[in-house]
């Protein structure tokens, strides 16, 4: 079974034919919403909204560890998080798909391990690559097939929120080496390593980040995001189609 996670724009999956939700505690507290339990074609999968339902949760109070937690104990194969990002790259514009291959994490005070507290042990998880390289592969099968245009490399910065970056922060995040800008891509992604689940992202590019593409287009754009989901259901559908989950 596949664990998919929406953000922002996805709060609900209208290609998710729905068997039942089902609300879950964990020793990390409660997750951001009920988990949603359904089939995509023949495939079965769960779905929990990152957000919250309703939008509600706001990037630096998503509990990440319970999510991870909650839809590890349902036993998923892996996780395909769904995010909505700024573009830097001038090819990354509003409207694109993308694959990222790597993450530079600028997020401070999120819980970002399961190894904490004096009684845990110390454990320091390999994440030279962030996103797990089947699943990656699967997933760019998936956009090949789905004929979505989209960039299947690049370097995701993951800000603390909830306010957008300024310009000077983009140029920084540009030379350090990113090419798109989120908020909710750490520590989600650690998480899911020290689970041993295998972990990957597409990102719908919403607006262009601070300072790039003209003035005026930091903006979340509803219009964009409508869109653009159109083609990450249909990346979902021939992901599930080509390889069961």
């Keep these: 079974m596949l664990a998919i996670i929406g953000g922002s724009g996805l709060a609900r999956l209208p290609i998710l034919e729905v068997t039942h939700r089902q609300v879950v505690r964990t020793p990390y507290g409660d997750p951001s919403c009920a988990l949603t339990f359904g089939r995509i074609g023949q495939q079965n999968v769960v779905f929990i909204a990152r957000h919250g339902y309703g939008h509600s949760l706001a990037p630096h109070e998503i509990n990440y560890r319970a999510n991870i937690w909650a839809l590890k104990e349902q036993g998923v194969k892996g996780i395909l998080s769904i995010g909505s990002v700024g573009g830097i790259r001038p090819d990354m514009g509003p409207g694109a798909l993308v694959v990222p291959d790597n993450i530079i994490d600028y997020t401070w005070g999120r819980k970002h391990t399961f190894f904490d507290g004096p009684d845990a042990p110390v454990v320091h998880a390999e994440f030279t690559t962030p996103y797990d390289s089947s699943l990656r592969d699967r997933l760019i099968e998936a956009v090949k097939a789905s004929a979505s245009p989209a960039v299947t490399a690049g370097v995701y910065a993951c800000t603390q929120g909830p ?74 559908q021939a992901l599930l189609a080509s390889h069961p989950a």
């Design 163 to 236: 306010r957008l970056e300024t310009a000077a922060e983009i140029l920084r995040f540009e030379r350090d080496g990113a090419d798109i800008v989120g908020m909710t891509g750490m520590p989600e992604a650690a998480l899911a390593r020290e689970q041993n689940l295998p972990y990957a992202h597409l990102c719908l590019v919403v607006n262009w980040a601070a300072g790039k593409g003209g003035t005026r287009t930091v903006d979340f754009n509803n219009t964009i995001a409508e869109q653009g989901m159109s083609g990450v259901t249909a990346v979902l």
